[in-house]
């Protein structure tokens, strides 16, 4: 599956931005999603993740009530709502497919990543 993100930008902290992450293909919903940023000189770390269904979520610590993640699968498209945005959050984001069942939070567990989208958040 080919993964085309997009929707980042740059805005201020305390702001919103949705990403958005279109596959090609129909077995869009036979796939897991998730969403990971990696920000300079840091390892990519993940963000959230979605099953197959959408039924299910699971979304890191660190952006746990401000970030949320939702799938569409009519449209081939999974979302990563982005509210209450702080500095830290500025990152490279990068959306990706796994044919695990459940949730998979590790970035091994995919195997399909979309080119990557910035997201900068201003002080």
């Known amino acids: 599956v080919q993964l085309q993100a997009s929707g980042g930008g740059l805005v201020q902290a305390g702001g919103s931005l949705r990403l958005s992450c279109t596959a090609s293909g129909r077995t869009f919903r036979n796939y897991a999603m998730g969403w990971f940023r990696q920000a300079p000189g840091k390892e990519r770390e993940f963000v959230a993740a979605i099953t197959r269904s959408g039924g299910n979520t699971y979304s890191a610590d660190s952006v746990k009530g401000r970030f949320s993640i939702s799938r569409d699968n009519a449209k081939n498209t999974v979302y990563l709502q982005m509210n209450t945005l702080k500095p830290e959050d500025t990152a490279v984001y990068y959306c990706?497919?796994?044919?695990?069942?459940?949730?998979?939070?590790?970035?091994?567990?995919?195997?399909?990543w979309g080119q990557g989208t910035q997201v900068t958040v201003s002080s």
């Open positions: 990706a497919a796994s044919s695990v069942v459940n949730i998979p939070i590790r970035s091994t567990n995919y195997h399909s």
